[in-house]
């Protein structure tokens, strides 16, 4: 039964580092301004999701289309939820998580004023909410605040910069706790045009606290797991359709290998693709 334990807490620590490097809250971001005062904020996202294992093995490759709604009280201020929808691929793809559904509702509010003509600063809070359908992951409450900052708001400013900074911590829930993250996210960008903006895209996320699984087989009731650092980098390009609609698509890559346990499959290899609309309609 402790090998059981043991193994089960690995399966968790694989759907952690995904969600690590590949996270709904940050990945799709205007770290800006909103573009209207009293504003409908409406996006979504299709992304594909892979997983790469050993060649004996099979591969995760899941579907996510995150949506994101809220309301901007001015170009300060604004709430919106995060809903991701996923078509989890599992292992293996004929598992009976192979099914839409919903999981890790997020509820954030930002304040971005402006520190210049050209850039702002300002904090993003948000709560993950233990919610979502049945035979999907639903986590434990959690918590994530960030500093968002913005570069290249005049239009002849050729440059723009697009960082974020936070810390990720996670609550427990029957005894199970994922490790809590300090991130850095970074995008530096080049304005091709009026219209079409082209961005990098490197980040960090170094685990500050350890993970545990539940385990009554153990002395202790759980077992605790150390989190995985992770790096990865990518390309992203933003193209203006209308002054309150922006089409955007991004293509990131983990380059940050990771140990796995004994026995168990090294999963080294992942990648994302992303491609949405986000509008900002004024009302």
Known sequence: MRKVAIILGFVILLSATALSYHDY?????????????????????????????????DSVNDILFPVEAGFAFDKLWSVSAVIPIQKLGGIPEDS?????GISNIWMKGKFIPMLGPNISLGPR?????????????????????????????????????????GLRYELE???NKLPSYFYVLAEPGYKVNWRLT??????????ITKGKTAAPETPDGYIEYDGDNHMWFG???????SPSVTADGTFQYRIWE????????????SWFFGAGITANIGL
């Open 235 to 241: 390309g992203k390009a933003t193209m203006k359709i």
């Open 258 to 269: 990771y140990p796995s346990e004994e026995g168990q499959p090294d999963m080294t290899k």
């Open 96 to 100: 009976e998580i192979s099914s839409f």
């Open 198 to 207: 082209t961005y990098g895209v490197v980040g960090f996320a170094f685990p």
């Open 125 to 165: 809070i948000g709560i993950r909410l233990p919610v979502g359908t049945e035979g999907h992951k639903v986590d434990a409450l959690a918590v994530d605040a960030a500093g968002l900052i913005r570069l290249g708001y005049v239009e002849d400013f050729p440059m723009v910069i697009s960082a974020q900074a």
């Open 25 to 57: 809250l940050w990945t799709y971001e205007w770290t800006g301004q909103n573009f209207w005062e009293k504003s409908i904020i409406a996006n979504g996202h299709f992304t594909f999701y892979r997983e790469s294992v050993e060649e004996d093995a």
């Open 173 to 175: 829930k029957d005894n």
